[in-house]
């Protein structure tokens, strides 16, 4: 049988509850019979010396037993609650006042008497009932002297056997009893109202448990989940409220995870199926062409030949081209890329970037310009990632820009970082299509072709270079006016460049 949280901690509180409560009875009990035990022989300490100094049978010594015995049952009609016993030197009880067979013992132990005698103040003192074997009970004493010999030992029990029996009688009476069951429908009662204290506090971490359990047989899947799940409150003081909200929103963490996972693995199925058609195509046609000039090769021209080795060799080159992206792009996301960040002039890059396409620019009578000329601004950055990002960007700006169009390379303050733009004045992007333009294999439909392939991984390359040196690759393009792509690189005071 399974026992939950509150029924285990439930019977914890009721045993707990219980022994405390018999343990409280108890040392209660025994320390209110010890303080009356204390303050009764206090009060009556000198009761046996008093009798002794005032009595004519005891003042000089005691020689008449029976008379002492009729003088100790006087006292006792005085006195009902105390028993007189006179006793030898030794301890040996020689008179009293009882009925017949109510004493039991024929002596007492003198040690008691002597500690009591001797101003012993570790109260209370018990001593042998001579009424009970075994039993103690507090007492008065003091020594009989017959001149300067001890003669013997008045002995006085305080609270004796009818003092117990009337106590007896009272603790069984009708409101003692009333007294006892108060207390405990008043205990009974404070349990109860301790276990459904405990139930409230305890009940919101059994809705928890219930929907972890829920959670786990359904193996963490929302479409599986049960609709009866608990609604927790964000706001509350309550522990087990804040973990409940802590437990949904690290399962709807795991559920978008789970989304992203299969999101990813549709996108890798898909762009590794693009990328097997991509590296096929130019792959095939090489093969083609290698075949044909080792069939054929007594019969070609050297026209042709020329020209077969021409295609087998750009065919090879795209072919490269598009494996060390698919490389690029793997490492990237495989996080194995190290970064060499440095201090560096800004301006001197764009240049180096710029005149590095001055020849393809040329060719489609494009106009390339680092706005402003004379740029000395100073970055800390990777210089390497930065110089493929600008490659990539300005590579693709040149493709799909028209003749007598124009790329600038502008480069400005903002908000205390230095963001660079790469404009151009070409075919634009439809603001449908601006939102999936950083995902790999992606072409936007006005795509402009040149002689070599693409795979569209270029730009997703550039994003993910971007965000490892802490930046975000922004875009801005309006179909037929050009595209703007920014990014902003920490700018380093350049007073601190000289020292």
């Known amino acids: 049988m399974r026992i939950c949280f509150y029924q285990r901690l439930a019977i914890s509180l009721v045993a707990v509850f219980m022994l405390v409560m018999i343990a409280c009875f108890y040392s209660t009990n025994e ?13 009556h300490i000198g009761l046996a010396e008093h009798l002794v100094r005032d009595n004519p ?46 004493v039991k013992a024929k002596s007492v132990n003198i040690a008691p008497i002597k500690s009591l005698i001797g101003d012993n103040q570790n109260f209370p003192i018990e001593g042998d009932d001579p009424r009970q074997l075994g039993r103690h009970k507090i007492f008065s004493a003091a020594p009989v002297f017959n001149d300067d010999k001890l003669q013997g030992y008045l002995y006085v029990i305080i609270g004796g056997e009818r003092y117990d029996s009337i106590l007896a009688n009272l603790k069984n009476s009708q409101s003692m009893r009333e007294i006892a069951l108060f207390l405990v429908v008043g205990l009974l009662l404070l349990l109860v109202a301790l276990l459904v204290i405990f139930k409230y506090f305890t009940s919101p971490l059994q809705r928890l ?12 899947h929302r479409e599986q989940l049960p609709r009866d799940l608990a609604v927790w409150n964000k706001n509350s003081y309550n522990e087990v409220d804040r973990l ?40 095939s046609s090489l093969q083609g062409y290698i075949e044909t000039l080792a069939i054929n090769d007594d019969t070609l021209s050297i026209k042709d030949r020329k020209h077969f080795t021409d295609v087998s060799l750009k065919n090879a080159k795209n072919l490269k081209h598009l494996i060390d992206q698919i490389f690029e792009l793997a490492y990237l996301e495989g996080g194995q890329v190290t970064l060499h960040q440095e201090p560096f002039p800004l301006g ?33 950055a990777d210089i390497g990632k930065l110089e493929r990002v600008l490659t990539n960007l300005i590579a693709n700006a040149i493709r799909h820009t028209p003749e007598f169009g124009k790329i600038d390379l502008a480069v400005a303050i903002h908000d205390e970082k230095l963001r660079v733009d790469i404009r151009d004045t070409g075919v634009g992007i439809s603001a449908k299509e601006i939102a999936y333009i950083f995902d790999a294999r992606y072409q936007a439909s006005n795509t402009e072709t040149d002689a070599c392939s693409h795979a569209g991984l270029g730009l997703a390359i550039c994003r993910k270079l971007m965000k490892l040196l802490n930046s975000d690759l922004k875009v801005e393009s309006q179909l037929g006016k050009g595209t703007c792509f920014s990014f902003e690189l920490t700018l380093v005071n350049s007073n601190a460049l000289t020292h």
């Open 31 to 43: 320390l209110q019979k010890l303080t009356q035990q204390e303050a009764a022989q206090k009060l």
């Open 348 to 380: 001197e890059l764009l240049h180096d970037v710029a005149a590095k396409f001055a020849l393809d620019a040329q060719g489609k009578n494009i106009q390339i310009s680092v706005i402003p000329n004379d740029c000395e601004y100073h970055v800390f």
């Open 57 to 102: 049978l005891l003042k000089e010594g005691v020689y008449d037993y029976a008379a002492l015995g009729n003088l100790f049952h006087t006292l006792m009609i005085l006195g009902p609650s105390f028993e007189f016993y006179y006793l030898d030197p030794q301890g040996k009880i020689l008179t009293y006042s009882a009925e017949p067979g109510k």
């Open 244 to 283: 409940g909200c802590a437990f949904t929103d690290m399962l709807a963490h795991i559920n978008k995870q789970f989304d992203q996972l299969s999101q990813i693995d549709s996108q890798r199925r898909t762009l590794l199926a693009d990328l097997s058609h991509d590296l096929r195509t130019p792959l």
């Open 209 to 220: 448990s219930d929907d972890m359990d829920k959670v786990r047989a359904a193996d963490f």
